[in-house]
């Protein structure tokens, strides 16, 4: 860890620690040629004069899918779920990594609000429905990070040039209105720690990321449509209809009969008569719609664009427990992917709020990570970590991949040992061994017939009795 120079400016000093730590967001002297195309790059800078209309009619689709589809919320809703189990942990990479790093973390952990679990479930929800998490940092009066606000990524436009790169950091992106286009307001790129999932180009600092679910949305219409079309055929067939033949009836006898009929609906009525040839059929409604198979075909469709199988939202009609069991291991490594791209912007966040306490950090110093990977329950996750012990791994080793923070887990058993010992040390009193010296010695031999006084097996002077 290296701590920046106190003497020089703190926006020169910042500015410089920025560059260093995101290098790739500005123009690097060796680089050449562009990151986008050509045609690309043009189309990009019309985008800058107005709001992005088509990222921001996506995520409107997929906003309005979550109201009023179950099925994508609860996918939307369930990933979220999955991704913070367990909230964010620390692990320090160094044992000997400063400890103001953890104090640090744990004051900005709770100030930003990271350790409520609606918090992070609404910043999950937004970066998987919406496809980017845009947390504008807040800094108070001493130049600290208080606050992650969550802004509407659909509103949110980075300004970069014809080669991806931000045009000037200082004025990385801007938020526009949607209904003038109106710029209300513009962020450097320290203040805007911006999660992307799936961008075209990770290093085109202009490619923003994708909601999960865009590429089923056509899909999703045309099942919305067709279960609607299904309701109304089931509507409109469903009641007992009769068929009135009257064979040689001219109009207005028909018409009177017609009239008599309908007359009667009222009542109950069993038995028609008619004084020449005819009949009454019954023409039987739909009992049932079991024709669905096209219905089946676009909820296959729509599910295999989901990262999870469709068994997990209740459609387990023919699916085998082996193959759901291959499908839910798949989902969950689409799980871990989201937790590592969500903590990221937290860590990223982290790291600029370091920046202007004056503290830069080594890139493998320290790791923040959603304590639970791949949504595996307790009893798994106890003995995968007893196999590793067996292996012999070390202890923090394991706790780290078990989601704990080893440092933590460290100081609680040091803290249980220090309230379980019966001997407790004599505080800062030490030996010429080095080691504390205890408050109360013991003298092995010294009871009776050579036996230990703290022997619990002793039976005492009333042989075990008790008290009388």
């Known amino acids: 860890m290296k701590l920046l120079t106190r003497a020089t400016n703190a926006a020169t000093a910042f500015a410089a620690a920025w560059k260093g730590f995101n290098p790739a967001a500005s123009n690097l002297p060796g680089e050449k040629g562009d990151r986008l195309a050509s045609d690309v790059a043009m189309e990009r800078i019309y985008q800058q004069m107005w709001i992005d209309t088509r990222r921001r009619e996506a995520v409107q689709l997929m906003r309005t899918m979550d109201t009023e589809d179950g099925r994508v919320k609860r996918i939307h809703t369930k990933i979220a779920r999955d991704c913070i189990r367990g909230g964010l942990v620390m692990q320090m990479a160094k044992a000997t990594s400063n400890k103001t ?37 807040v800094l108070n009066e001493v130049r600290e990070v208080v606050a992650a606000i969550r802004m509407p990524s659909d509103t949110i436009m980075p300004i970069t040039d014809m080669g991806g ?35 075209d180009n990770y290093d085109d600092m202009g490619a923003m990321g994708r909601p999960l679910l865009d590429a089923c949305a056509t899909t999703w219409r045309k099942l919305v449509m067709t279960e609607e079309d299904l309701v109304i055929r089931r509507r409109m067939r469903a009641p007992l209809r009769l068929s009135h033949v009257l064979e040689g009836a001219d109009g207005p006898a028909l018409e009177a009969y017609r009239k008599t009929v309908e007359n009667e609906k009222g009542e109950i009525t069993t038995d028609f008569y008619s004084n020449r040839k005819g009949g009454v059929t019954a023409v039987q409604g739909d009992g049932g719609l079991s024709d669905m198979a096209d219905v089946v075909h676009l909820l296959d469709t729509f599910f295999s664009g989901s990262p999870a199988p469709k068994a997990l939202f209740g459609y387990t009609g023919g699916l ?26 937290y860590n990223l966040a982290f790291r600029i709020h370091l920046l202007f306490k004056g503290i830069d950090p080594d890139t493998d110093e ?103």
């Open 366 to 468: 320290f790791t923040l990570r959603f304590a639970t990977r791949r949504t595996e329950t307790p009893n798994q996750i106890a003995d995968l970590a007893l196999k590793y012990i067996a292996l012999g791994l070390p202890e923090d080793m394991v706790y780290a991949d078990m989601g704990l923070d080893p440092d933590y887990v460290r100081e609680k058993k040091q803290e249980q040992a220090a309230r379980t010992d019966p001997y407790p040390t004599a505080g800062d009193k030490v030996g010429p061994d080095g080691k504390p010296v205890s408050k109360v010695s013991i003298t092995p031999g010294n009871a009776r017939k050579g036996e230990s006084a703290t022997s619990i097996s002793n039976p005492g002077g009333n042989g075990g009795r008790g008290r009388a």
């Open 165 to 199: 790169r931000f045009k000037n950091p200082a004025a990385a992106y801007e938020q526009r209105d949607v209904m003038t286009g109106q710029v209300l307001a513009s962020f450097p790129a320290w203040q805007m720690a911006m999660c992307r999932l799936d961008p």
């Open 320 to 345: 085998a427990r082996d193959i759901l069991e291959d499908l839910k291991r798949d989902y969950y490594d689409e799980v871990d992917g989201f937790q590592d791209a969500l903590a990221g912007g």
């Open 101 to 137: 790093i953890k104090r640090e973390w744990e004051v900005f952990k709770g100030r930003l609000q990271l350790d409520v679990g609606e918090k992070l479930k609404s910043d999950a929800r937004g970066f998987v429905m919406e496809g980017n998490l845009p947390l504008q940092l």
